[in-house]
C-alpha cells in the first residue's frame, strides 16, 4: 500500500515568514510523530499524536512550533516567524500497534531552508 | 531519557566484505529500529528488533536487551548498502517516540 507522504519536498521561505508542513500518515495507523534532521542536532523527535489523546508536544523546541491532526488522519506542523536556525528536514513518521508492535514508517521528509 | 550511540561512527569496506554496526542503549527498551538512510535522505525500515534476532537477505540484526546493545550485521557488501545506518530505540510502551543514535556511515568500495 502507500506509505507515509509528505508536502512539500522542498521549502525555502525568508526568515520571519510562516510556513505550514503537511504529512499524510498510512492508511489506518494510529499513531503520528514529527522529527527533524539537522546537521548540529541529528535525528531529534518533536511531537506525538495517538488516536483522539492529547499529543505530546514535549519535543518542540520552541512556541513557535505547532501542530494538529485533523481527524485522526493528516497532520500539518506549522512553524511561525521561521529563524535560520528552523532549517532542516522535517519527517514524519506514522505506526499502528501490530502483534505489539508500534512499528514505525517514515516519509520522504520536507526539506526546509531559511533565508 | 533514553541515550543511544552507534559505533563506528564511519566504515570504509571493499565490495564483498562483511560488516558489524552497533548500538548501544541506556535503558529497558520497547522498541528499537534499524534505518537505512539512502542518498536521498529516505528512512528505510530494516528491524524491527527490540529483542532476538532477525535476517533478511544479506542482513540480519540480533539485540541482547539484558545487556542493552544490538548489532547489525552486512554480509557480502554491495555499493548499494552505502549510505548511513541508523539505530532509534524508545522505552516507553504507548508513546514509542525514538532517540536516534548519530549513526553509522557505511561507504562500500568497488
Not at chain 1, 500500500?1 to 492508511?27: F, H, M, W, Y
Not at chain 2, 549510505?83 to 508513546?95: D, E, K, P, Q, T
Amino acid at each position: 500500500g502507500a506509505g507515509v507522504s509528505q508536502s512539500p519536498s522542498n521549502k525555502v521561505t525568508e526568515k520571519g515568514k510562516d510556513v505550514e508542513l503537511r504529512c499524510d500518515p498510512i492508511s489506518g495507523h494510529t499513531a503520528l510523530y514529527w522529527y527533524r534532521q539537522s546537521l548540529g542536532q541529528g535525528l531529534e523527535f518533536l511531537i506525538y499524536f495517538q488516536g483522539n489523546s492529547a499529543p505530546d508536544k514535549s519535543g518542540l523546541p520552541s512556541d513557535r512550533f505547532s501542530a494538529e491532526r485533523t481527524g485522526g488522519s493528516v497532520s500539518t506542523l506549522t512553524i511561525q516567524r521561521t529563524q535560520q536556525e528552523d532549517s532542516a528536514v522535517y519527517l514524519c513518521a506514522s505506526s499502528q500497534l501490530r502483534g505489539g508492535a508500534y512499528e514505525q514508517y517514515f516519509g520522504p521528509g520536507t526539506r526546509l531552508t531559511v533565508t | 531519557g533514553i541515550q543511544v550511540e552507534q559505533s563506528p561512527p564511519d566504515l570504509i569496506l571493499q565490495e564483498g566484505a562483511n560488516s558489524t554496526l552497533r548500538c548501544n542503549f541506556s535503558d529497558s527498551v520497547n522498541n528499537l529500529q534499524w534505518f537505512h538512510q539512502n542518498p536521498w535522505g529516505q528512512l528505510i525500515n530494516l528491524f524491527y528488533i527490540p529483542s532476538g534476532t532477525k535476517q533478511n537477505g544479506r542482513l540480519s540484526a540480533t539485540t541482547v536487551a539484558t545487556e542493552r546493545y544490538s548489532l547489525l550485521y552486512i554480509s557480502s557488501s554491495q555499493t548499494t548498502d552505502s549510505g548511513v545506518y541508523f539505530c532509534a530505540a524508545s522505552a516507553n510502551f504507548g508513546n514509542e517516540k525514538l532517540t536516534f543514535g548519530t549513526g553509522t556511515r557505511l561507504t562500500i568500495i568497488p
